[in-house]
């Protein structure tokens, strides 16, 4: 999942796929992980507008938290 890790580029569009996982799995668990995962990703205006909705809709303490960060490394990587 770590793009800027690989040789060449991933064949899959990874944010796409975190992004599905992150607003629609039934499992808390698999969303809060895909969350975390988006803010691994580079940065990336899909999963800034995802994690927006997470933040807005969802009332998971810890969701909320990992989404936060997400969000902050996505403008920390936008700003360098």
């Known amino acids: 999942g770590c793009q800027p ?11 796409a796929l975190l992004i599905e996982r992150a607003l629609n799995d039934s499992s808390i668990r698999v969303r809060r ?22 933040l807005q ?13 997400a969000l902050e490394q996505h403008d920390v990587m936008r700003n360098t």
């Open 5 to 15: 890790c690989k040789m060449s580029p991933l064949k899959i569009d990874v944010v």
């Open 33 to 54: 992980s895909a969350v975390h995962l988006l803010g691994c990703q580079p940065p990336d205006k899909r999963a800034v507008s995802a994690l927006g909705t997470i």
């Open 57 to 69: 809709s969802d009332q998971d303490a810890k969701l909320r938290s990992n989404t936060k960060w």
